[in-house]
């Protein structure tokens, strides 16, 4: 099973997380990402996660949890993006999303978004003042 996406998804954890050498150790087993000891059987990994569906890649739900059972999950690249440490994440009405994730839901660009957080605009002033982008345009859209 070693030319299956699952099993290179299971060896690339272990590189990152047990391997010194490796480039991305740093990131995880550097900074003490452990994988649990079922998983270091690749069959354990398999029988716990099923096999690597298409486009998908392995995904830590917690960024600071160890690799394991139910901190795990195959993600999509949007999943993954929007669950990134270096994310800047608001609450707005109860809801926390990335500002991508309010970008996309407001359609104000993520750059305003984050230009108004660090000129101190509270929260519901960031996500819903309209903007005037000039040309008929508001919010990204046709006026």
Known sequence: ?????????WNSMKQRCMNAKSKDYPRYGGRGIKICDRWLS??????????KPRDMTLDRIDNDG????GNCRWASARTQS???RSNHCLTYEGKTQTLSE??????????????RIKNGWDTKAVLTTSVDYGNGWKNGARN
């Open 66 to 69: 160890d690799y394991e059972p």
């Open 82 to 84: 929007n669950n990134r």
């Open 1 to 9: 099973m070693t030319n299956t996406k699952a099993y290179q998804a």
């Open 102 to 115: 309010w970008s996309r839901e407001t359609g104000i660009e993520k750059a305003t978004l984050l230009n």
């Open 42 to 51: 690749f069959e354990n990994f398999l029988a716990d996660m099923g096999e």
